[in-house]
């Protein structure tokens, strides 16, 4: 028997070795009853992999847990690597059919572990893959604390990004009720091309006799899943990308064909706080164009209650000196610069500008913007073509998604097939006379449907097409920041819809959400910070709404809107020569307090002094914390309140922003109190350490 531990001080993973099998000891492998540990020797993998037709011995419902694979698998080799980020691991099994590597990555600066397996057909005929985990482990909770181990799962959805709710395992039906396993699973999956319409690729869970905090995410811009369940009185995670039973995926494999899966991450800690920072750290380690970027301009985007679906030569000069006289860096045409109709997003997919909306052409539009000082940004849906439009006529069926022989069709569009050359190519030659005859600095990528589960046009299964489609896209996506490297690229979907470290490992920052409240906002930018790096975190700011009266567009509302946006990635929008000159100037002072802190927001970690927050509460309190200071977001939302926060080793406390608004607070020997009257308001306090 041999033991080997890969990892760090908190994160780590203890192998054991025994004859030919390889398996993973969780943190409670030694406190499991002798039948649940010799399940965990005999039979448990640390690749859970699943193959059409091959037996499986346990009797475990629709849990990927002790599949056929993992129990017949046998130990060939492991070996270790020095890397730039830390360490690496690679682990070698096979059977009679496959050969599967397991790879695990140690990001020392950030204690967490990436994993990922490739399975390998080795025998003569084909093989269709149902299942591959990215990782798994049995027993990693205090055993029989089922009511004491607590799961945060982070819901979102279209203006409701990044809601996390924790739940007790017990009261999700996981506890033991059988001495070794249950049947039963809490999954958290997503299906689609949409990775993150219903649920961030994250989850969290505590332990509270041990006092450990386990996070995960999932790398996946299509579908996902993890599932938990109990295990000898303790618990089981299987993290992966997509799989039959959850995402109707299934892959096959040609003798000597390959399949990689999709990576996931685990970080531990002893808070909720220090897993936060552990992944923030990650995810600066692992994206690719973070560490490139020497500013994080200002962005004015015109859509937001400003020209909606219809910019024009006319909006353009309306908007863009307002957009640079409060500090903007570059300004954005939306959507509808590219069709002739009002309602474009039925048309879209030539992308040739409106003689219409710009009578002396978009070019002159974009120089016109350039003159002004700013660098000039267009909006793109490459993935969608309009059904009314006849951009359809350039592309073939084998273009599109199909169901059934039938093109498929969502929201009067159709879903174009990245797997195809055609679709490439035109989408291509189209970024390029964007960036080189238009001039762009700045390209916002959306995507406004949902394709569902997949495509059955030349597919082994309809979640296989999605798997396909969505890497082709991302390569294509990946080539395009390689080729313009002096472009801003922007990542959308509907808002939050496409908020995977996967897509943000190249993107430069992304919207996340379509939110048009900024009352209801705060909800959301309270915990974006968990999901998205404050350097990445696009948020609209709108200080002018025609939806409000003008009486309601006051100091606060304006400060509000400044506020929730100097969290991450200024998205400054609206009419802004409707606001007269004092609340013209607290955007101004908000974009020059954002300057001011580029370099501290490159480098500070997510800080959740409430822990999160949830939709209702009455206050926020949340911020971002460097080595020397922290920046600490406050509000009020509801009623007259008084806000009171323990500051730890803070010597100095004072308002960051708004200083031009009146702010009542007190700060003496680490105790911050701040009153609130009963009007909704906001304010960024800067704490000195």
Request: charged share 25%.
């Amino acid at each position: 028997m041999r033991t080997f531990v890969f990892g760090g001080k908190n994160t780590f993973l203890s192998f054991e070795i025994e004859e030919n099998r390889i398996y993973l000891k969780g943190d409670a492998y030694e406190e499991l009853n002798e039948n649940a540990r010799w399940l965990v020797r005999k039979k448990s993998g640390i690749c859970e992999i699943r193959l059409s037709g091959r037996p499986t011995t346990e009797h475990t419902g629709d849990r990927n847990i002790f599949c056929g694979e993992a129990e017949s698998l046998e130990y060939v080799s492991h070996r270790f690597r020095e890397e730039k980020f830390g360490k690496s691991l690679i682990i070698e099994q096979k059977n009679d059919v496959v050969r599967v590597r397991s790879y695990f990555e140690y990001y020392e600066g950030a204690e967490t572990i990436r994993c990922h397996s490739e399975a390998e057909n080795i025998s003569d005929r084909t093989l269709s893959l149902e299942y591959i985990g990215s990782f798994v482990v049995y027993g990693m909770t205090s055993v029989n604390a089922y009511g004491k181990c607590k799961i945060y799962v982070p819901h979102n959805g279209w203006y409701s990004e990044a809601m996390w709710r924790e739940y007790k395992l017990s009261d999700l039906g996981i506890y033991n009720g059988n001495d070794v396993k249950s049947f039963k699973k809490f999954c958290v999956s997503n299906t689609g091309s949409w990775s993150t319409k219903n649920y961030l690729p994250m989850g969290i869970l505590e332990d509270k006799p041990k006092k450990k905090f386990t996070l995960w995410q999932i790398e996946s811009n299509s579908s996902w899943s993890y599932e938990l369940g109990d295990f000898g009185g303790s618990v089981t995670l299987n993290a992966g990308g997509a799989n039959l039973s959850e995402n109707g995926f299934l892959k096959n494999l040609s003798p000597g064909e390959s399949f990689v899966g999709c990576n996931a991450a685990l970080t531990c800690g002893k808070t909720l706080q220090s897993v936060v920072e552990n992944v923030t750290k990650y995810r600066r380690a692992i994206s690719v164009k973070i560490g490139d970027s020497d500013s994080l301009p200002v962005v004015f985007n015109e859509y937001m209650y400003a020209s909606w679906c219809c910019p024009s030569e006319r909006t353009a000069h309306e908007l863009a000196p307002y957009a640079k006289k409060a500090g903007a860096d570059v300004f954005v045409i939306d959507c509808g610069w590219h069709d002739e109709v009002e309602n474009p997003f039925y048309h879209i997919g030539r992308w040739r500008e409106s003689a219409k909306k710009y009578p002396h052409g978009l070019k002159n539009t974009m120089d016109y913007i350039k003159s002004l000082g700013l660098k000039a940004g267009l909006w793109i849906e490459p993935e969608s073509v309009g059904v009314l439009g006849d951009a359809k006529e350039l592309y073939g069926e084998d273009c599109f998604f199909q169901r059934g022989g039938k093109p498929l069709v969502l929201s009067n569009r159709y879903q174009l097939d990245f797997r195809s050359e055609r679709v490439r190519a035109y989408l291509s030659d189209t970024v390029d006379r964007m960036v080189n005859e238009l001039g762009a600095d700045y390209l916002k990528f959306d995507y406004n449907i949902e394709a569902g589960m997949g495509t059955s046009y030349a597919s082994d299964s309809l979640g296989e097409g999605l798997y396909e489609h969505a890497k082709a896209y991302f390569e294509w996506f990946r080539g395009l920041t390689e080729a313009y490297p002096q472009v801003i690229f922007e990542s959308c979907a509907s808002g939050g819809n496409r908020m995977d470290y996967l897509s943000l490992s190249v993107s430069d920052l992304v919207s996340t959400s379509d939110q048009t409240d900024y009352l209801r906002y705060p909800y959301i930018v309270s915990n974006i910070l968990s999901a998205v790096l404050p350097e990445q975190a696009g948020i609209w700011s709108y200080p002018w709404s025609e939806a409000m009266d003008s009486k309601e567009i006051d100091e606060e509302c304006v400060a509000m809107n400044m506020v929730n946006a100097l969290v991450g990635r200024i998205h400054l929008a609206s009419k802004l020569y409707q606001l007269n000159e004092n609340l013209f100037a607290l955007v101004q002072e908000g974009i020059r307090y954002y300057k001011e802190n580029e370099d501290f927001k490159r480098q500070a970690l997510p800080w959740f002094p409430k822990g999160f927050s949830k939709n209702g509460d009455k206050t926020l309190a949340f911020g971002l914390k460097g080595e020397k200071k922290a920046l600490l977001f406050v509000y009020n939302m509801k009623g007259k309140n008084k806000v009171k926060l323990k500051l730890r080793g803070v010597r100095a406390a004072e308002v960051g922003y708004p200083k031009r608004l009146k702010t009542e607070y007190a700060f003496k020997e680490g105790l911050l109190e701040i009153s609130f009257d009963d009007r909704p308001q906001a304010r960024i306090f800067e704490l000195r350490y």
